[in-house]
């Protein structure tokens, strides 16, 4: 069994981007530069804000934050996002979510334009996706292909299973499998038999957010698990809290041939691939 390190594949690709980045300003263009919008104190928010400036600044991008109370209204965060559009200095435009119950998150979302929104969540690359146009992916499913490729090689003619079908991860990542020409199946909370279904398949996503739902019993023997899940359980010993996968580890490292580790698997990734975006939006310029 393999335990696939996504913190060492983020890495690589992380100094591929930063190298990427010097060949860009030598050749005398500007540094990629993403807005990060943060409305509201939620903590796990300000942890993930405060990582992705710290990874874009390792990276050479430069990163512009713009930090609002949580009292925001729709129309204020409407504006800004508007100002960011036109900005020729802003390559790229991330709203952190989730956004304070006063704002309708869709709506900001389709408010950005396409060609900036480096999450791949506006309804455009979301058809871009599904059609199998060039867009921006989500970051999540786009670390976890990188990491499958990497891990499997060509994917085509694989059985991969989906667990969950949200518009941030299940869905984006049955797109970049059915484009890789995997055989893909999507679960989620009205599947019928889920064992089954996991039977069945060369490669598991699990996106759910349930700890440890998917049971070693339940995976194919040489299957790839790819473990998406971040769930925060008490530690055994009643002191404190871990954070567990999706997918009960040690049960599911008996019977895989490869799987991700939680922390240390799908999460760098997302970060690295942020920057993926960035530098891309910043080339279409
Ligand atoms: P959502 O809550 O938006 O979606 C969860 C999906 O799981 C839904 O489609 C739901 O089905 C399905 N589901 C729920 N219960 C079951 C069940 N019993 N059996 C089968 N399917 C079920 O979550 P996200 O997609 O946003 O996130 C999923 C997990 O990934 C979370 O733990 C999240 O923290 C983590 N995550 C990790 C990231 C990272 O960088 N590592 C980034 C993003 C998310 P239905 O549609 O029918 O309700």
Redesign the pocket.
Same mark, same amino acid.
């Given at each position: 069994m393999q335990i696939i390190d996504g913190k060492a594949h983020a890495l690589r690709l992380r100094a591929d981007i930063a190298q990427q980045v010097i060949a860009r300003t030598a050749a005398g263009a500007r540094a990629p530069a993403l807005a990060v919008v943060l409305v509201g104190e939620d903590p796990a928010s300000q942890v993930y804000v405060r990582s992705k400036i710290a990874a874009c600044a390792e990276a050479g991008i430069t990163s512009i934050e713009h930090r609002r109370d949580a009292t925001l209204s729709e129309a204020e965060l409407l504006a800004l996002v508007d100002q960011l559009n036109r900005d020729p200095a802003v390559d790229g435009i991330l709203v952190q979510l989730p956004l304070p119950a006063q704002i309708d998150s869709a709506r900001v979302i389709a408010a950005i334009d396409p060609d900036k929104d480096v999450d791949g969540f506006h309804p455009v690359n979301a058809g871009r996706l599904a059609t199998g146009l060039d867009g921006f992916v989500p970051?999540?499913p786009l +670390?976890c292909l990188r990491l499958l490729q990497s891990t499997l090689g060509d994917l085509s003619g694989a059985e991969a299973l989906v $667990? @969950?079908?949200?518009n $941030? &991860? +299940?869905r984006p990542m049955a797109s970049l499998l059915i484009s890789a020409s995997a055989t893909v199946t999507v =679960?989620?909370?009205?599947?019928r038999d889920?064992p089954a279904l996991t039977r069945r398949a060369d490669i598991v996503i699990a =996106? !759910? +957010?349930?700890p440890e #739902?998917v049971r070693g019993a339940w995976l194919k023997p040489g299957c790839t698990v790819i473990d !998406?899940? &971040?769930?925060r359980v008490p530690k055994e010993s009643g002191q404190g809290t871990r954070l567990v996968g999706?997918v009960a580890f040690s049960e599911a490292a008996d019977v895989a041939a490869h799987i991700t580790p939680v922390p240390g @698997?799908? @999460?760098p #990734?997302?970060i690295a691939c942020l920057l993926e975006n960035t530098l891309k939006a910043a080339a279409r310029a």
């Amino acid at each position: 069994m393999q335990i696939i390190d996504g913190k060492a594949h983020a890495l690589r690709l992380r100094a591929d981007i930063a190298q990427q980045v010097i060949a860009r300003t030598a050749a005398g263009a500007r540094a990629p530069a993403l807005a990060v919008v943060l409305v509201g104190e939620d903590p796990a928010s300000q942890v993930y804000v405060r990582s992705k400036i710290a990874a874009c600044a390792e990276a050479g991008i430069t990163s512009i934050e713009h930090r609002r109370d949580a009292t925001l209204s729709e129309a204020e965060l409407l504006a800004l996002v508007d100002q960011l559009n036109r900005d020729p200095a802003v390559d790229g435009i991330l709203v952190q979510l989730p956004l304070p119950a006063q704002i309708d998150s869709a709506r900001v979302i389709a408010a950005i334009d396409p060609d900036k929104d480096v999450d791949g969540f506006h309804p455009v690359n979301a058809g871009r996706l599904a059609t199998g146009l060039d867009g921006f992916v989500p970051c999540t499913p786009l +670390g976890c292909l990188r990491l499958l490729q990497s891990t499997l090689g060509d994917l085509s003619g694989a059985e991969a299973l989906v $667990i @969950g079908r949200s518009n $941030i &991860v +299940g869905r984006p990542m049955a797109s970049l499998l059915i484009s890789a020409s995997a055989t893909v199946t999507v =679960a989620h909370s009205r599947s019928r038999d889920l064992p089954a279904l996991t039977r069945r398949a060369d490669i598991v996503i699990a =996106a !759910v +957010g349930r700890p440890e #739902m998917v049971r070693g019993a339940w995976l194919k023997p040489g299957c790839t698990v790819i473990d !998406v899940g &971040v769930n925060r359980v008490p530690k055994e010993s009643g002191q404190g809290t871990r954070l567990v996968g999706d997918v009960a580890f040690s049960e599911a490292a008996d019977v895989a041939a490869h799987i991700t580790p939680v922390p240390g @698997g799908v @999460g760098p #990734m997302t970060i690295a691939c942020l920057l993926e975006n960035t530098l891309k939006a910043a080339a279409r310029a």
